[in-house]
């Protein structure tokens, strides 16, 4: 773990390139540049055909070895393989899948599967010479290779859904067995020490994320726009409650204000997002992008005079750095790991969870007041430059890496 013997590590990612996990490309490639060997396993192929990828993404696409790629004919010589020659913790890592799932027969059948899986990463791991691996959110195939395989494993944990299940996601386990586990924010270290042994807290460390500030530069301030746009970014799913954005600018709207609201991303709730839209007669008013290149959400960040998350649940929002990092005020609800990115009124403003009239209000206000908006929106960039910078936040992470695997 020096110059001329640099760390090596396996990366386990869902799914790599993707749109939705831009910042474990961001993090996979600073570290590279922080001289780490980083090697890509990815249980599924890229979320876009090959020609939709960026350069940088295609970059990634071209060094990432995906376990469901490999074919069954590779998949079954490697289990037979795995298992002639470590027999016991074969049966030891198949057993700890089946007990996982506590007499569900879903669960037997989805742990199952992931079995199958770690077996095929942790042997793909293995034979490229590394002795740990590291993953983003909660890994039950992280878990179960080290069962099967002589690999140590790390996690870096969002929330919040593993901390609304942690039985389901086996939290305590995690936390037992795992080499350290890194939370994005004091928030979610509390949660994880909430549902572990005491004895294993010395293992948690927050370690932010971060954007790379030289890429999500300032925009132009609109004081008064004719046309005030409003961006929101995120999956459309039930946490982020696009639903209550809905509502609020039915609620601008009639009070006679021009307000138009993007919503970039794709999920469940689209369906009832667009019955809603012409319900409410908001056809002209919001604008339903789907899913994005990140180059796309830039030019998207750069028409934009606020930044409004919803959200129900959280951990610690990436498109809101992206957005603070542009000088863009952000009006988010003060949950979770949210008020530990925005200081209220200082750079940013913050409002209830579920409360449509604080924030209909909030984003009336700042309507109202360019030189609000211009105050909070450079005081943003200040804060994510201060305590959510890429390289200096990849660089804690690197430092957690030497520390934890020295």
Known sequence: MTPSRPIRLAYLVSQYPAVNHTFILR????LRDLGFEIHVVSIRVADRP????????????????????????????????????????????????????????????SNAIYFGEAVV??????????????????????????????????????GPDEF????????????????????????????????????????????????????????????????????????????????????????????????HLRLVGEGPDRPSLEKKIVAMGLQSQVTLEGACNQDRVLSFYRQTDLFALASFAEGVPVVLMEAMAMEIPCVATWITG????????????????????????????????GELRQRLGKAARLRVIDKYDLLTNAGTLAETFRRRLA
């Not at 993090?27 to 600073?30: L, W």
């Not at 037979?80 to 030891?92: E, G, M, N, S």
């Not at 590394?130 to 290779?145: I, N, Q």
């Not at 750079?347 to 924030?359: K, S, T």
Request: hydrophobic letters at 45%; aromatic letters at 6%; charged letters at 25%.
């Open 27 to 30: 993090e996979i490639r600073a």
């Open 50 to 109: 090959p020609e939709k990828l960026s350069e940088v993404e295609m970059d990634e696409y071209n060094r990432t070895w995906s376990v469901l790629a490999a074919g069954a004919g590779t998949v079954l010589r490697v289990h037979a393989a795995t298992f002639l020659r470590r027999p016991v913790a074969y049966l030891r890592g198949l057993a700890e899948s089946i007990g996982l799932a506590r007499g569900d027969v879903r669960k037997v059948v």
């Open 121 to 158: 990463a942790g042997h793909r791991i293995e034979s490229l010479g590394l002795r740990h691996v590291h993953t983003h959110f909660s890994s039950t195939v992280a878990l179960l290779l080290g069962r099967v395989f002589p690999l140590t494993f790390s996690a870096t944990i969002h």
């Open 164 to 259: 609304n299940d942690v039985a389901g996601f086996h939290i305590a386990e995690k936390v037992a067995r795992s080499r350290f586990l890194c939370a994005i924010s004091a928030y979610g270290r509390s949660q994880l020490m909430k549902a572990s042994d005491p004895r294993y807290w010395e293992k948690l460390d927050v370690v932010p994320l971060g954007v790379d500030c030289n890429a999500f530069t300032p925009r132009p301030h609109r004081a008064a726009p004719d046309r005030f746009e409003i961006l929101c970014v995120g999956r459309l799913a039930p946490a982020k409650a696009q639903h209550i954005l809905l509502k609020v600018i039915y609620r601008l709207v009639h009070e006679g204000r021009n307000v």
């Open 338 to 369: 949210i008020p530990e990115l925005i200081r209220h009124g200082i750079d940013g403003w913050l409002v209830p969870p579920a409360d449509e009239e604080q924030l209909a209000s909030a984003i009336a206000a700042l309507m109202d007041d």
